[in-house]
């Protein structure tokens, strides 16, 4: 495999630019002046399916559905550039462990933010969880169980709202829920009950419930998310947000700009890039690939 130099990258990006009326690639320009700015990045949080990963979740598939190493290849020069790629994702803790050595990684952000390895250790989030119940549960899962809020949910919505398996077994932060109900309700269902420092937050369409259209929701402490968790991580890595980038295609995802120095959205993201948001041209790992070589050209300078 060849390291990308940086003119080849920007000539691939004008490739790709092309196709969208040069509008993408105008973003990339911009965000290599952005990027010129700023001290050379040590860290790029990056979310996982529909970012880092392709369809099916598979690294190795580019946005079309076919085969491509473009991904693998940004996280090689990431690595070679000493750049740390830091997966930040509403996956399971679980599954990250085993996801990260494949990847050659080794922190990641789990379960929206409410799970973090850094350096072998793990650690969580508890947003709002009241003291008396953190001080008494190992994981924030543990606090919202003891605490009752996934039996008030369900008894809300009988027949509507049931866990996600097997996607929700062994979670550490929260529980990932799927069916139909109406958010604003679930959330008022938990406040009668004393629980409104936990919540209900839609995750999107979903499926694993034949015969039915459904969502996936994930049922959290209040004050946690990918944002506070990216936060609380530069903080103990010694680095400002100037030192970081983080690159998504979620609402949730964009939530990080606020605390990073640049945010790049992948082509199928949702949100308004903006400030030091910017879009790049391509699509899932191609996008996230098109960040790396803005970041490893910055560092180059
Ligand atoms: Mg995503």
């Known amino acids: 495999m060849q390291l990308w130099r940086h003119s080849d990258s920007v000539r691939r990006g004008a490739q790709v630019g092309l196709g969208h009326a040069g509008a993408p690639m105008r973003h990339s ?3 290599a002046r952005h990027l010129a700015a700023l001290p050379p990045a040590e860290v790029l949080y990056a979310d996982l399916d529909g970012t880092l ?5 598979s690294l190795l598939t580019g946005p ?3 085969p491509s190493a ?6 090689v020069d990431a690595r070679g550039a000493g750049i740390t790629v830091v997966p930040v994702t509403g996956r399971r803790a679980l599954a990250l462990d085993g996801d990260t050595r494949l990847l050659g990684l080794r922190d990641y952000i789990a379960e929206v933010g409410t799970v973090i390895l850094r350096a072998g250790r793990r650690r969580y989030e508890w947003g709002s969880c009241p003291a008396d119940l953190r001080a008494a549960a190992a994981t924030p899962r543990a606090a919202l169980d003891s605490a009752g809020a996934l039996d008030v949910l369900l008894a809300a919505f009988p027949g509507d709202l049931r866990p996600f398996l097997p996607w929700d077994a062994d979670r ?4 990932l829920l799927h069916g139909r109900v109406d958010v604003a309700v679930a959330n008022a269902a938990l406040s009668a009950q004393g629980l409104g420092w936990a919540y209900l937050v839609d995750n999107g369409a979903a499926g694993g419930w034949p015969g039915r259209r459904v969502r996936a929701y994930h049922l959290l402490p209040r004050g946690v998310g ?5 936060a609380d991580d530069l903080a103990e890595r010694g680095l400002a947000a100037g030192q970081a980038a983080a690159c998504g295609d979620s609402l949730e995802d964009l939530t ?3 605390v990073v120095g640049t945010y790049f959205q992948v082509a199928n993201g949702h949100g308004e890039p903006g400030g030091n948001a910017f879009g790049v041209p391509g699509a899932m790992g191609h996008g996230f690939a098109d960040a790396v070589a803005l970041l490893v050209a910055a560092r180059g300078r």
């Open 29 to 31: 320009s911009a965000a």
């Open 53 to 57: 990963l392709g369809p099916g979740g």
């Open 64 to 66: 079309d559905g076919g």
């Open 70 to 75: 473009r991904a693998a290849q940004a996280l």
């Open 172 to 175: 550490e932060g929260g529980h």
């Open 226 to 230: 990918k944002a506070v968790a990216v």
């Open 256 to 258: 990080m700009a606020g």
